[in-house]
């Protein structure tokens, strides 16, 4: 099946609380990443990390990666309104161009 | 600073109707062009990239194709739409080293189609 493949499907938290992800993956990766995407706009690009690192902070957000696990969490801290959108992760396909993408979390921030 | 550029944002077409998306990128020289498409609540389908003009791989059979006329420009065509065909279309770029691509895809703004 897919690699990147997110967990929950759907999460839905009051403004404030903290957010988390999960992704995980099957097979060997050089990084993984974590896009959003807006209610029917572009995906925008939010975080990279390394098979060689572990925890990465960017802001309110905080990546972490098990390669043991082959899984990737994405921490939204303090959430707020503007947070609410689908957060994908993405992981290195086949060749060099192909990166291969989960369904995604739909997340809403509930005011 | 690089932007990417859509259009049209929003189409509905009749089924067995020509389609043709367009794409451009400024601000960038080589980059490596991608054609995504993203069912309703799911993620997003490779259907073409492309590494330089007139290379363009196609990564599921289907009856749309892709050009690239020049450097900044992708056209994701067909020459009659299927119902199948209905969703929403993404173009991104990703800096181009010597035939690689770096990791981060740039992404424009997409095109609702609905083919009715």
């Known amino acids: 099946s897919q690699q990147g493949e997110e967990d929950p499907q759907a999460l839905s938290i009051q403004e404030g609380e903290n957010a988390t992800m999960n992704c995980s993956y099957k097979t060997s990766i050089n990084n993984l990443q974590w896009y959003r995407q807006n209610s029917g706009r572009g995906l925008v690009h939010l975080i990279l990390i390394r098979s060689n690192e572990r925890e990465k902070h960017s802001g309110r957000l905080r990546v972490t990666l098990d390669t043991s696990k082959k899984s990737s969490s994405l921490l939204i801290t303090a959430s707020r309104a503007a947070d609410t959108a689908s957060y994908f992760c993405?992981?290195?396909?086949?060749?060099?161009?192909?990166?291969?993408w989960g369904a995604g979390t739909k997340l809403i921030i509930k005011p | 600073s690089q932007t990417i550029h859509q259009w049209p944002a929003t189409l509905v077409q009749p089924v067995g109707s020509p389609l043709s998306l367009e794409c451009t990128v400024e601000g960038t020289s080589n980059p490596n062009l991608y054609w995504y498409r993203q069912a309703a609540g799911r993620g997003l389908q490779l259907l073409f990239y492309s590494i330089g003009i007139d290379q363009i791989s196609s990564e599921v059979p289907q009856n749309l194709s892709a050009s690239r006329p020049q450097d900044r420009q992708f056209i994701l065509s067909s020459k009659k739409l299927l119902l199948s065909d209905s969703g929403f279309y993404l173009c991104?770029?990703?800096?181009?080293?010597?035939?690689?691509?770096?990791?981060?895809?740039?992404f424009g703004p997409g095109t609702r189609l609905t083919v009715l």
């Open positions: 993405a992981t290195r396909g086949r060749s060099n161009y192909q990166l291969i």
């Open positions: 991104a770029w990703s800096v181009g080293l010597r035939g690689r691509s770096t990791d981060t895809q740039y």
